[in-house]
């Protein structure tokens, strides 16, 4: 059983700081990607930052320069440290994982239960 479990979430003024982590747990046989997307209240989930498993990046062009994502792979752990954070920046972060389980032919998506992030003007 796969399982991701994201941790960092929390209220912060306007030009803040937080740094969100991920940690995949279970029977897991290789990566694709992780990544973390975002979704306010009202609004469709949208992608945040994505990392490939040699560390190639890709951003929302609305957080880059402020938010940056890393992984650490020895720990199944992706990260995304977020700065000069907005209010708009408010939503609740999901973490999601493309990767392949022990005993699967094939790669699926994986998603954690969300950590909330809320700045205030």
């Known amino acids: 059983q796969v399982r991701l479990v994201e941790s960092g979430g929390g209220l912060v003024q306007a030009g803040g700081s937080l740094r969100l982590s991920c940690v995949a747990s279970g029977s897991i046989f290789s990566f694709n990607y992780m990544g973390w997307y975002r979704q306010a209240p009202g609004r469709q989930r949208e992608l945040v930052a994505t990392?490939?498993?040699?560390?190639?990046?890709n951003y929302a062009d609305s957080v880059k320069g402020r938010f940056t994502i890393s992984r650490d792979n020895a720990k199944n752990t992706v990260y995304l440290q977020m700065i000069s954070l907005k209010p708009e920046d408010t939503a609740v972060y999901y973490c999601?994982?493309?990767?392949?389980?022990?005993?699967?032919?094939?790669?699926?998506?994986?998603w954690g239960q969300g950590t909330q992030v809320t700045v205030s003007s």
């Open positions: 999601k994982s493309n990767l392949r389980a022990s005993g699967s032919r094939w790669f699926a998506d994986y």
């Open positions: 990392i490939t498993s040699s560390g190639s990046t």
